[in-house]
């Protein structure tokens, strides 16, 4: 059995074994991942949905005009506020899925618990983004690697808050040395429940008339992924003692 498949098969496990309240707090972080996600959307000067995608389907592409004819600077703060509360939120389904994957007890607040350390959040936010972003400018592969180089610094400020920003990102590349191609393999392996996801959501939206995108799919999709990059973490980290 390959790696991937069997932190997945553990995942299975663990989260039949938290039903129903694994599926409950997954539902709450779906709610208000979702509810986030549209407040960006709707934001004035942000992202016009309708304009861009009718653009597109007309033959359109978006120009520098329009952007800065749209452009409302409240809108874009708001926005970007908005990113790094939702980046925050995702930090917490992280140390849920943690505390899943190690047996602990589990409540609800559990997924708030990024708020807890936001500012070393918001700092490995920032300079993660930066460096994978300076990265991007030598070829797109470069920038996908410095992703993955990153990845585990926030399971990393979770299991130790006292770490600094910079230190859990050094930490985070110094455990995926030999191990980014691993990662990637896992997160292709759930291509097909991110494409049910989205088939599910196109299909309230354009066939049930449901004006707000949801990614119903999610509820179970969320603590799959999460419970299994928890474990993976799990296996660095005992590979790296060793």
């Not at 990265?135 to 299991?159: H, K």
């Not at 603590?223 to 990059?229: A, H, K, L, N, Q």
Request: include cysteine.
């Amino acid at each position: 059995m390959s790696l991937g498949s069997e932190l997945k098969s553990s995942a299975r496990q663990l989260m039949f074994e938290n039903a129903p309240k694994l599926f409950y707090i997954s539902l709450l972080f779906m709610i208000l991942s979702t509810v986030l996600s549209e407040l960006i959307f709707r934001l004035p000067g942000t992202v016009d949905l309708d304009g861009g995608y009718a653009g597109l389907a007309a033959g359109e592409l978006p120009s520098l005009g329009l952007f800065i004819r749209d452009f409302r600077p409240v809108g874009a703060t708001l926005a970007g506020i908005i990113i790094l509360v939702r980046a925050i939120l995702d930090v917490g389904f992280i140390g849920y899925s943690m505390r899943v994957r190690r047996k602990q007890e589990t409540e609800f607040q559990d997924i708030f618990s990024g708020f807890l350390i936001f500012v070393k959040v918001l700092l490995i936010f920032i300079i993660s983004a930066i460096f994978i972003f300076l990265w991007s400018l030598l070829f797109i592969i470069p920038g996908i690697i410095a992703s993955y180089r990153y990845r585990l610094a926030y399971y990393i400020l979770l299991d130790d808050p006292r770490k600094g920003a910079l230190q859990c990102i050094s930490e985070s590349a110094i455990l995926m040395k030999g191990a980014k191609a691993d990662l990637l393999i896992i997160d292709v392996s759930f291509i097909g429940w991110h494409l049910l996801n989205f088939m599910v959501m196109m299909f309230l939206t354009s066939f049930l008339g449901i004006p707000i995108p949801i990614p119903l799919v999610s509820i179970w999709l969320s603590p799959y992924i999460g419970v299994t990059v928890a474990g993976f973490y799990e296996k660095r980290i005992i590979g790296f003692a060793a």
